[in-house]
């Protein structure tokens, strides 16, 4: 199985970054990257000591439900291009991190018991493939392992 990997889509980051309401219903803290592990999370690259940077409450669900977990996320103050794979390869951003907390989730967007684990990065293609694999897993959401913070989604590549 081909994996597809997917930042946050462009349509919420510009809409954050222009100063549009976060989950909560407020607009993006305002804060300048100290450049340590404030990961952007619509170009999946670190955002460099010195930049803009946004903080807001993010929801990666199409809508609210219980399982709908929100947290915080880091954006690239000024307009960054998203994340683009090509490879169906973990995104390099991730490379510095041990961890990784990789959870299935169903069409729905409702946890599906029993996919969520850590896993040590080397080993996150492999968990998410087989989490995949799993006969009601529609997509893998991965979060940080020690925070628990959104990072990214993974899917079947179409093709």
């Given at each position: 199985?081909?994996?597809?990997?997917?930042?946050?889509?462009?349509?919420?980051?510009?809409?954050?970054?222009?100063?549009?309401?976060?989950a909560?219903?407020?607009?993006?803290?305002?804060?300048?990257?100290?450049?340590?592990?404030?990961?952007?999370?619509?170009?999946?690259?670190?955002?460099?000591?010195?930049?803009?940077?946004?903080?807001?409450?993010?929801?990666?669900f199409?809508?609210?439900?219980?399982?709908?977990?929100?947290?915080?996320?880091?954006l690239?103050?000024?307009?960054?291009?998203?994340y683009?794979?090509?490879?169906?390869?973990?995104?390099?951003l991730?490379?510095?991190?041990?961890?990784?907390?990789?959870?299935?989730?169903?069409?729905?967007?409702?946890?599906?018991?029993?996919?969520g684990?850590?896993?040590?990065?080397?080993?996150c293609?492999?968990?998410?493939?087989?989490?995949?694999?799993?006969?009601r897993?529609?997509?893998?959401?991965?979060?940080?392992?020690?925070?628990?913070?959104?990072?990214?989604?993974?899917?079947?590549?179409?093709?």
């Amino acid at each position: 199985m081909k994996l597809e990997f997917s930042a946050i889509p462009t349509a919420h980051a510009r809409a954050l970054q222009a100063g549009g309401p976060d989950a909560y219903g407020r607009p993006a803290e305002r804060t300048v990257s100290d450049g340590g592990g404030n990961p952007c999370r619509h170009c999946l690259r670190e955002i460099p000591a010195g930049a803009g940077m946004l903080i807001a409450a993010y929801r990666p669900f199409g809508a609210a439900q219980p399982y709908a977990e929100t947290g915080p996320i880091f954006l690239c103050e000024a307009p960054c291009e998203r994340y683009r794979d090509e490879t169906g390869r973990l995104p390099p951003l991730f490379a510095r991190r041990a961890h990784l907390l990789v959870r299935g989730y169903d069409a729905a967007e409702r946890i599906v018991y029993g996919t969520g684990r850590v896993v040590a990065v080397a080993d996150c293609e492999a968990a998410v493939t087989e989490t995949l694999a799993a006969p009601r897993v529609a997509f893998v959401h991965l979060r940080s392992a020690t925070n628990n913070c959104y990072q990214a989604r993974a899917g079947r590549a179409e093709g």
